[in-house]
């Protein structure tokens, strides 16, 4: 009779584990401040969809879009607290951490988003993913936005255009010396904010990528927006060491895969947006852009080319040079 109680109070506990798990999934926080329809945006809801599919039950991803739990400047401090899981900081938001990112803001360094993409697949675009791990964070993924455009309510075609005016930036010191070079004021300001400050005229331009320029109806309060294509911003997605180490293995492997997954379809959306945002951003009528001469363009190039030796020793020449081996 005993081996009879016995054996059913083990098989209630067999049974009893696997309803246990579904009734507590693992939950991933997924933290970010853009819209839910830029590249970013679709990127962490296509990864929930996907994990949904192939965890369900034992995996739930939460997706926090537009700052709702915390803007960039916080959400690496919360990630290390466990308060948060996944995030996709612009690259520009790692300095703390490693000052090998801030390679990305370096201007004019890339010739397109496909030199991006090149630099990034290279062994040293994959090292840098890995280059924060003993400050408690692993990379697991680059994510495109795109190449970043200058807007202000004047027109920019010379970089003395430029100067005396204030422009928002990250809180990026190769960004505030990119400024600085051209006779501009830079403000580091929460993404948040932009859009406050162009319109009650707080700062005079901006810096961003067409998509983030229309999901955020920043053409609405600018009247030019000058096409430079001078810089990138990029997204890393991004988790703690320790909660990704704790995860069960086959739990973290499928992860994975969802991830990379999610990664070709955010970076096939932002090169479409990249098109279809900037020509609706035309079809508005609300901002003229301005496409640069040839030589006006050198005229960019030259005035922010020498902020490169400033952060060359900080960077890596090394790094600087596999980035620009990219564009060939």
Same mark, same amino acid.
């Given at each position: 009779m005993r081996t009879m109680i016995a054996g059913l109070m083990l098989a209630g506990i067999l049974l009893a584990a696997?309803?246990?798990?579904?009734?507590?999934?693992?939950?991933?926080?997924?933290?970010?401040?853009?819209?839910? /329809?830029?590249?970013?945006?679709?990127?962490?809801?296509?990864?929930?969809?996907?994990?949904?599919?192939? +965890?369900?039950?034992?995996?739930?991803?939460?997706v926090f879009p537009n700052?709702?739990?915390?803007g960039d400047?916080?959400?690496?401090?919360? %990630?290390?607290?466990?308060?948060?899981?996944?995030?996709?900081?612009?690259?520009?938001?790692?300095?703390?951490?490693?000052?090998?990112?801030q390679l990305f803001d370096l201007p004019f360094v890339f010739g397109d988003i496909a030199a991006v993409e090149r630099f990034q697949r290279s062994p040293e675009g994959k090292t840098l993913l890995r280059s %924060?791990?003993?400050?408690?964070?692993?990379?697991?993924?680059? $994510?495109? /936005?795109g190449m970043k455009q200058l807007?202000? /309510?004047?027109?920019?075609?010379?970089?003395?255009?430029?100067?005396?005016?204030?422009?928002?930036?990250?809180?990026?010191?190769?960004?505030?010396?990119?400024?600085?070079? +051209?006779?501009?004021?830079? +403000?580091?300001?929460?993404?948040?904010?932009?859009?406050?400050?162009?319109?009650?005229?707080?700062?005079?331009?901006?810096e961003n990528t067409w998509s983030n320029i229309y999901s955020k109806k920043f053409f609405e309060v600018q009247d030019y927006i000058t096409e430079t294509d001078h810089g990138v911003i990029d997204y890393m997605v991004v988790t703690s060491t320790e909660f990704w180490r704790g995860l069960p293995g086959d739990v973290r492997t499928v992860l994975e895969q969802c991830i990379a997954e999610a990664t070709a379809y955010a970076n096939r959306v932002a090169l479409e947006k990249a098109v279809s945002d900037r020509q609706k951003i035309v079809d508005s009528g609300r901002s003229t852009i301005l496409t640069?001469?040839?030589?006006?363009?050198?005229? $960019?190039?030259?005035? %922010?080319?020498?902020? $490169?030796?400033?952060?060359e020793d900080v960077i890596d020449r090394e790094l600087i040079e596999a980035a620009l081996a990219a564009n060939e």
């Open positions: 696997p309803l246990a798990q579904a009734e507590n999934p693992i939950v991933i926080k997924f933290s970010h401040v853009v819209a839910e /329809n830029t590249p970013k945006g679709q990127g962490a809801q296509k990864f929930a969809e996907l994990v949904e599919e192939r +965890l369900a039950g034992r995996v739930v991803v939460e700052s709702q739990l915390y400047n916080k959400v690496l401090e919360a %990630m290390l607290l466990g308060d948060v899981h996944l995030a996709a900081p612009s690259l520009s938001k790692f300095k703390r951490y490693t000052k090998k990112l %924060m791990e003993k400050r408690g964070l692993i990379g697991l993924a680059y $994510w495109h /936005n807007s202000a /309510n004047r027109p920019l075609r010379v970089p003395a255009d430029a100067k005396g005016l204030k422009f928002r930036i990250q809180a990026s010191d190769v960004l505030a010396a990119q400024f600085r070079a +051209l006779g501009a004021t830079p +403000l580091k300001k929460p993404f948040s904010e932009v859009f406050t400050l162009l319109q009650t005229k707080g700062i005079d331009g901006q640069l001469s040839t030589d006006e363009r050198v005229q $960019w190039v030259e005035a %922010m080319r020498p902020v $490169w030796a400033q952060f």
